[in-house]
């Protein structure tokens, strides 16, 4: 269980946790991304809906204990506030939590921002057939601190690495589509 919180926080700063209100976090309208996230031999298959511009944010997997249990996960993001959300059977629960990143904009990063997580553009490199700026930066969760390298595409991360001590975590999109219509429901926050 404590595996999958911590990948969870890692996959929510990654995707979603860096939204600024008021402001374009992609140069893309809307998108549905599929993604396949990697720890050690473990793979988990993701989506990732946004809206507005990247105000709006989701991140869904799903965890099966087999024979026990089987249930989505959401990260949804809004501004400087996330929820993770719990789906099992139908049955939604919801806990909020502080947006670990609400300030990192890979479109403009302010130079508080590139301070703060010492973000460094690297280079430039083709992902999904999708020119990409490259960028290295770091966060802090609890006492552990996060080195991430970031693939970004007009704002939007495709690929990462992210290394807390030994541990890595990897993320790559295989699917990505554009401007496309969007569920509002992946966006809902039950009560």
């Not at 960028?135 to 552990?144: A, I, L, N």
Request: charged share 25%.
């Amino acid at each position: 269980m404590k595996k999958t919180i911590l990948i969870a926080l890692m996959l929510a700063t990654a995707f979603g946790a860096w939204a600024q209100e008021n402001s374009k976090r992609y140069e893309i309208k809307s998108g549905i991304i599929k993604l396949i996230a990697t720890t050690g031999d473990h793979e988990t298959e993701e989506t990732q809906w946004f809206d507005n511009y990247g105000a709006i944010e989701s991140l869904m997997f799903t965890t099966e204990i087999p024979g026990l249990v089987k249930y989505d996960t959401y990260t949804i993001t809004k501004g400087n506030q996330a929820w993770f959300v719990n789906d099992t059977e139908g049955k939604k629960s919801s806990k909020a939590f502080d947006n670990p990143t609400p300030d990192l904009n890979f479109l403009k990063p302010t130079a508080n921002a590139i301070e703060k997580y010492k973000l460094e553009e690297i280079g430039k490199e083709t992902f999904l057939n999708r020119p990409c700026k490259k960028f290295t930066y770091e966060t802090t969760q609890g006492r552990k601190t996060c080195q991430w390298t970031v693939w970004v595409y007009k704002g939007v991360i495709l690929k990462s690495i992210a290394k807390v001590g030994k541990r890595e975590v990897f993320l790559e999109a295989t699917e990505f589509q554009e401007n496309v219509p969007v569920p509002a429901e992946v966006f809902e926050i039950p009560d």
